[in-house]
């Protein structure tokens, strides 16, 4: 190896380090989003949680090198245009094909490294990380709790003449916040009003409790 090509490998090595270590933060604050919360619902340990963002990495190592690897050349080279040593080279006699012989070379050894982590690394490191993804998934779902559902209620009961109006009514329990219960005579007049804080039907007693509240009672002539 000349002491061009030493050259052009120094300086390709720090460009290709910053892009990759850029290229690799952003995959990495891609990932903790995803996965960083669920981690800690499931108090997981500091190891498991690196362990697990390193494994994501490793796997992304076959798109993380080529893309890093192409915009470390561009750098270079463009560093080497800026500097007018790239003219320079060409005026000793070394040609484009000779000047990126080290990129040849350096392209050959990371194709053979992508292929055996393809081959006998990465499918084991994917599968360990979906092992992980599922674990997590099956600990969320165990520990969810479905909010019980709470409507607001109206309802006209025709039978009895009655006009119910019912707050944050949850139809699992039979209970809610504030409610109004307006009693009708046969021809439609309001003759008494109930309005109440709170709630609730009792089951054993097969009627509904108002809770905190007041009746009212009109004429039904004068009303």
């Known amino acids: 190896m000349l002491i061009i090509d030493r050259y052009i490998l120094k300086v390709w090595t720090f460009n290709f380090i ?16 995803n996965h960083l919360v669920d981690f ?3 108090k997981r340990g500091i190891f498991e949680i690196f362990h697990f963002y390193w494994i994501s990495l490793v796997i992304l190592t076959p798109m993380l090198f080529p893309i890093s690897y192409f915009i470390s ?11 007018q040593e790239l003219n320079v080279l060409k005026s000793c006699g070394l040609s484009l094909l000779r000047i990126s012989q080290i990129f040849w070379g350096i392209s050959g050894v ?15 490191l994917v599968e360990e ?5 599922s674990m997590l ?7 969810v709790v479905v909010p019980e559902s709470n409507q607001l209620l109206t309802y006209e009961n025709f ?11 949850n139809q699992a329990s039979y209970m809610g916040a504030y409610t ?6 046969a021809s439609g007049k309001e003759i008494n009003r109930v309005i109440a804080k709170k709630s609730f039907y009792d089951k054993d007693l097969n009627t509904w409790v108002f809770l905190e509240g007041t009746e009212l009672f009109f004429d039904p002539i004068s009303g």
């Open 110 to 124: 990371f194709s053979l490294v992508i292929l055996f982590m393809s081959l006998f690394y990465i499918p084991n």
């Open 180 to 185: 109004i219960l307006h009693q009708m005579d």
């Open 40 to 42: 800690l619902r499931a």
């Open 18 to 33: 910053i892009v990759l270590g850029f290229i690799s933060g952003l995959f990495f604050c891609q990932e903790v989003y």
């Open 137 to 143: 998934k099956n600990n969320s779902e165990a520990k």
């Open 129 to 133: 990380k979906n092992n992980l993804l």
């Open 159 to 169: 039978h009895k003449n009655r006009l119910w109006f019912i707050e944050d009514f």
């Open 73 to 83: 050349i561009l750098f270079t080279i463009l560093g080497l245009q800026k500097m």
